[in-house]
C-alpha cells in the first residue's frame, strides 16, 4: 500500500516521537541490520519499544570492516583505513544496551561500544552527522585481524557475508567467538 505524502509525514514524526525518548544511538553494520540472521533481536526491542530504527547511515570517517571466523563481522577503530561503512542506526533504550552489550559479548572482550560519527545515507533519512554508538572488534585482536585479512575491508555487510555467517550453537567444536581464536 502506497502512503500519500502527509500520512508519510505523520509517521515520521511519530517515529521520531518515538526516538527521542530512547537514551542511546546505535551504529549497527552486520548481523543485526534488516535481513541480516541476528535481525530478530533489533526487532524483539521495537515489539517492546525498546528500539525505533532512525536510519540508514554512513560512517563519516573510513574504517575497515572485516569478517572474522564464523563469518562474524568487525568494525575496526582504526580511522582513515577502510570505507565509509554502511549501516542502521536505531534509537535505543538504557535497557535495550544492556541485552545489546550482553548479545555482543562486551563484558568477555569480544566487542567494545565506542563512539562513532554517523551521517545519513539520503535525504530522507533526516539529513546531516550524528553521534552513535557502535560495536568494535575488541582492541585486543582487531589491528591484527585487520593485518590478517589484508588490510582489505568492506564498505557494506551484504548477503554475499551473510552466506559465510555461522550461528554460536552451529559454530564446531564449541568455539564461540574470536577470542577462542586468539592469544
Known amino acids: 500500500m502506497k502512503r500519500g505524502g502527509s500520512e508519510c509525514v505523520v509517521v515520521m514524526e511519530r517515529e521520531i516521537e518515538k526516538a527521542k525518548l530512547k537514551t542511546h544511538l546505535i551504529f549497527a553494520y552486520g548481523t543485526l541490520k534488516r535481513g541480516f540472521p541476528n535481525h530478530y533481536l533489533m526487532e524483539e526491542l521495537m515489539r517492546q519499544d525498546d528500539a525505533v530504527l532512525v536510519g540508514v547511515y554512513l560512517t563519516e570517517d573510513y574504517y575497515p570492516l572485516v569478517c572474522g571466523p564464523h563469518g562474524i563481522p568487525y568494525l575496526i577503530n582504526l580511522p582513515g583505513s577502510g570505507h565509509r561503512v554502511k549501516g542502521e ?95
Open 89 to 183: 542506526v536505531y534509537a535505543v533504550s538504557e535497557s535495550a544496551v544492556a541485552k545489546l552489550d550482553e548479545f555482543e559479548g562486551v563484558s568477555a572482550g569480544c566487542y567494545e561500544r565506542l563512539s562513532v560519527t554517523v551521517a545519513a545515507a539520503a535525504e530522507e533519512e533526516g539529513g546531516g552527522r550524528v553521534e552513535a554508538e557502535a560495536y568494535w572488534g575488541h582492541r585486543r585482536f582487531a589491528e591484527v585481524l585487520w593485518k590478517t585479512k589484508g588490510e582489505v575491508g568492506l564498505k557494506e555487510y551484504g548477503e554475499k557475508e551473510a552466506k559465510e555467517y555461522v550461528r554460536k550453537e552451529n559454530r564446531p567444536g564449541g568455539r564461540n567467538t574470536i577470542l577462542d581464536l586468539v592469544p
